[in-house]
């Protein structure tokens, strides 16, 4: 729990630094502000391996993108946030549209020019999203999106919502699912971080031509599946991981 605590008063005193020292970028060329963002997530992985000893670990690279895709990820923890960005040449990530409006942090989310959802306004977010995420995939990005729209304990029952069908089906590029188990090392909730590999897999690509049930399908069990397999492996290597995050109380929600 030291650990964790000196951790966090670190990644939030550095988060707050990038952001303020690199708020020139917002003027700059939008590629200078995605270079800065990469280097947060850099130096969020460097200070939780040497604090806490959290590693990070790729699986699946020779599945790793190219061109302009569909990147499906599971969604755990807030590690995911930042981490994923570092496995990407140009990645517009899928986000809640209130997130926007934080200063600095929201600024720089439309520098990057990611993707911005209103669920609250039914079908013309949907139309919405689906234009962004054209224009961004035009562009030669990769549009990376958590199917479920929000961390789910690593045991939790999959709930995937209709937005990530509705964008392949409009896209017709190859979607690549991606599994992890951050939610581990990094549970929702609680302040408290663990020691050991974080595991993100790339899983093999799915042809952008399937039937919206088909994909669907396809998606969920393979994100789901692997998913369940690191999940498992990981507690197999690490007896002191929690069993289950409905045994711990919450400690802030990070």
């Given at each position: 729990?030291?650990?964790?605590?000196?951790?966090?008063?670190?990644?939030?005193?550095?988060?707050?630094?990038f952001?303020?020292?690199?708020?020139?970028?917002?003027?700059?060329p939008?590629?200078?502000?995605?270079?800065?963002?990469?280097?947060h997530?850099?130096?969020s992985?460097?200070?939780?391996r040497?604090?806490?000893?959290?590693?990070?670990?790729?699986r699946?690279?020779e599945?790793?993108?190219e061109g302009?895709?569909?990147i499906?990820s599971?969604?755990?923890?807030?590690w995911d946030?930042?981490?994923?960005?570092?496995?990407?040449?140009?990645?517009?990530?899928?986000?809640?549209a209130e997130?926007?409006?934080i200063?600095?942090?929201?600024?720089?989310?439309h520098?990057?020019?990611?993707?911005?959802?209103?669920?609250?306004?039914g079908?013309?977010?949907?139309?919405r999203?689906?234009a962004?995420?054209?224009d961004?995939?035009?562009?030669?990005?990769?549009?990376v999106?958590?199917?479920?729209g929000?961390r789910?304990?690593?045991?939790?029952?999959?709930?995937?919502k209709?937005?990530v069908?509705?964008?392949?089906?409009?896209?017709?590029?190859?979607?690549?699912?991606?599994?992890?188990?951050s939610?581990?090392?990094?549970?929702?909730?609680?302040?408290?971080?663990?020691?050991?590999?974080?595991?993100?897999?790339?899983?093999e690509?799915?042809?952008?031509?399937?039937?919206?049930?088909?994909f669907?399908h396809?998606?969920?069990?393979?994100?789901?599946?692997?998913?369940?397999?690191?999940?498992?492996?990981?507690?197999?290597?690490?007896?002191?991981?929690?069993?289950?995050?409905?045994?711990?109380?919450?400690?802030?929600?990070?």
């Amino acid at each position: 729990m030291l650990r964790s605590i000196l951790f966090a008063i670190v990644f939030y005193v550095n988060t707050a630094l990038f952001l303020i020292i690199g708020s020139p970028l917002l003027f700059g060329p939008r590629r200078w502000a995605m270079a800065g963002l990469k280097a947060h997530a850099y130096a969020s992985l460097f200070w939780l391996r040497l604090i806490v000893g959290t590693k990070f670990e790729v699986r699946g690279r020779e599945h790793k993108p190219e061109g302009p895709v569909l990147i499906a990820s599971k969604h755990q923890s807030a590690w995911d946030t930042f981490a994923l960005i570092t496995l990407f040449r140009d990645p517009a990530m899928v986000m809640k549209a209130e997130l926007g409006w934080i200063p600095f942090y929201g600024w720089f989310s439309h520098k990057f020019q990611h993707i911005f959802v209103q669920r609250e306004r039914g079908p013309s977010a949907l139309k919405r999203l689906i234009a962004d995420a054209k224009d961004r995939v035009g562009a030669g990005r990769e549009v990376v999106i958590f199917p479920e729209g929000t961390r789910r304990a690593p045991d939790a029952a999959p709930d995937y919502k209709p937005g990530v069908v509705a964008i392949y089906e409009a896209l017709k590029v190859p979607c690549i699912p991606l599994a992890l188990n951050s939610g581990l090392f990094w549970p929702r909730r609680r302040l408290i971080r663990y020691p050991g590999t974080i595991i993100v897999e790339f899983l093999e690509p799915i042809p952008g031509d399937l039937p919206r049930a088909a994909f669907r399908h396809v998606l969920q069990d393979r994100i789901e599946t692997a998913t369940a397999r690191l999940v498992a492996e990981a507690r197999a290597k690490n007896a002191d991981l929690p069993d289950s995050e409905d045994q711990h109380s919450s400690a802030g929600d990070t």
